[in-house]
T-cell receptor, first 111, second 116 residues
Framework: QKEVEQNSGPLSVPEGAIASLNCTYS??????FFWYRQYSGKSPELIMF????GDKEDGRFTAQLNKASQYVSLLIRDSQPSDSATYLC???????????FGAGTILRVKS | EAGVVQSPRYKIIEKKQPVAFWCNPI?????LYWYRQNLGQGPELLIR????????DSQLPKDRFSAERLKGVDSTLKIQPAELGDSAVYLC??????????????FGSGTRLTVV
């Protein structure tokens, strides 16, 4: 079992819709969780992080965490074509000061 | 504040040749990471430095890869000899010591290596 798993997609949503990206992780002791956005040919860019169970909102982005289910998600409201990118979920494992990344989900927002 | 700086941006070499990548972290960031990202995959950690010390190099293929971080600032990652399977993007990242779990870290622009 991989430490961090994501559906590779592509996930296609129409402009203005809500995009929902999901991630599961295996290390039950993990404490912090991150979402990075990566445009084609560019390096990953941090967009959200969450530590506590529940929701965290930042503009059009909402991160959701459920530690009991070992599940973290990212919601993007009012999706725009500029949101089309690969979204990487990353987890800070309990035993190391490092992030482990999932393979990413490709999001395509159609205008 | 300047971000993480990497060079070169692109590199094309023939197999069996050596190659080196350079990284300058954000000023004051004690922790430096080298990741490798294959096409369609997430970044995978190769090595982590705390100051000058390599504290996690379990994923570094030591038969052909080496890294150094002299004076705890700049770092160089070397491959010798390169193989076709080494074609990937090599990413450098940095964070304040022990704070990656709090704030994540910032990546450089990466070096895209193509081995032919």
């Amino acid at each position: 079992q991989k430490e961090v798993e994501q559906n590779s997609g592509p996930l296609s949503v129409p402009e203005g819709a809500i995009a929902s990206l999901n991630c599961t992780y295996s290390d039950r002791g993990s404490q912090s969780f991150f979402w990075y956005r990566q445009y084609s040919g560019k390096s990953p860019e941090l967009i959200m992080f969450i530590y506590s169970n529940g929701d965290k909102e930042d503009g059009r982005f909402t991160a959701q965490l459920n530690k009991a289910s070992q599940y973290v998600s990212l919601l993007i409201r009012d999706s725009q074509p500029s949101d089309s990118a690969t979204y990487l979920c990353a987890v800070n494992l309990e035993y190391g000061n490092k992030l482990v990344f999932g393979a990413g989900t490709i999001l395509r927002v159609k205008s | 504040e300047a971000g993480v700086v990497q060079s070169p941006r692109y590199k094309i070499i023939e197999k069996k040749q050596p190659v080196a990548f350079w990284c300058n972290p954000i000023s004051g960031h004690n922790t430096l990471y080298w990741y490798r990202q294959n096409l369609g995959q997430g970044p995978e950690l190769l090595i982590r430095y705390e100051n000058e010390e390599a504290v996690d190099d379990s994923q570094l293929p030591k038969d052909r890869f080496s890294a150094e971080r002299l004076k705890g600032v700049d770092s160089t990652l070397k491959i010798q000899p390169a193989e076709l399977g080494d074609s990937a993007v090599y990413l450098c990242a940095s964070s304040l010591e022990g704070r990656a779990g709090n704030y994540g870290y910032t990546f450089g622009s990466g070096t895209r290596l193509t081995v032919v």
